[in-house]
């Protein structure tokens, strides 16, 4: 498994600042879509990073500070519950990783960017990498910030909501979730588009 295949061909191609682009919490029913950009040293790849869907959370959290202690910039950025309503999940999350780019302190020359459809990016390259979380160290790196910033995220909105137990489901569309929606109604944080079905009842 190489970890470096897509930046090495990359640097073959001649971009030098490559930054790897991922998402987090897609498909929830409440809180925000976040995404995460880094740029990671030439050749390097942190030590336990993988796609952040295989990892434990204890070992998110650890590789969290790892991540940001060894890359050259990163990122985290998102896009509210009330965006994602207003312009749907797949532009809210472009929404989303445009504002990472943006927001990296070095501009990068590409993106790869995990998926198949391409976020517009202006001014830089971009290349989508199905799986890409599983198979670019740029981009496993920004799938781990997403994530753990997203899980944080939802953890403070649980102390906010309690009665939605968002600490157990971070937002997903479990059973536990569902009842609780029957039980409280939605909250300000839930994705109306999301629920249009519970909210027709």
């Known amino acids: 498994m190489d970890w470096l295949f897509y930046e090495n061909e990359a640097l073959k191609q001649g971009f030098k600042l490559i930054c790897g682009v991922d998402e987090a919490g897609r498909g929830p029913l409440a809180g925000p879509v976040f995404a995460a950009a880094v740029i990671l040293p030439k050749d390097h ?22 991540i940001i202690d060894e890359c050259v910039s990163f990122s985290v950025a998102s896009a ?22 943006l927001a990296l302190d070095i501009k990068p020359e590409l993106a790869l960017v995990d998926g198949n459809q391409t976020p517009p990016f202006s001014g830089i390259g971009v290349k989508t990498i199905v799986k890409g979380d599983a198979k670019s160290a740029s981009i496993a790196a920004a799938s781990i910030l997403a994530k753990v910033s997203r899980d944080r995220y939802m953890l403070k909105m649980a102390e906010k909501y309690p009665q939605y137990q968002f600490e157990k489901h971070k937002g997903y569309g479990t059973k536990l979730h569902y ?9 300000e944080i839930h994705r109306k588009s999301f629920l249009k079905k519970v909210l027709e009842k």
Do not use: P, W
């Not at 942190?46 to 650890?62: F, P, T």
């Open 179 to 187: 009842e609780m929606i029957d039980k409280y109604g939605i909250c």
């Open 45 to 66: 790849v942190i030590e336990g990073v993988n796609d952040s869907k295989k990892l434990s959370e204890k070992k998110r959290e650890q590789l969290y500070d790892k």
């Open 80 to 101: 509210s519950e009330k965006e994602i309503d207003e312009i749907n999940i797949l532009q809210a999350t472009f929404l989303a990783m445009k504002r990472a780019v």
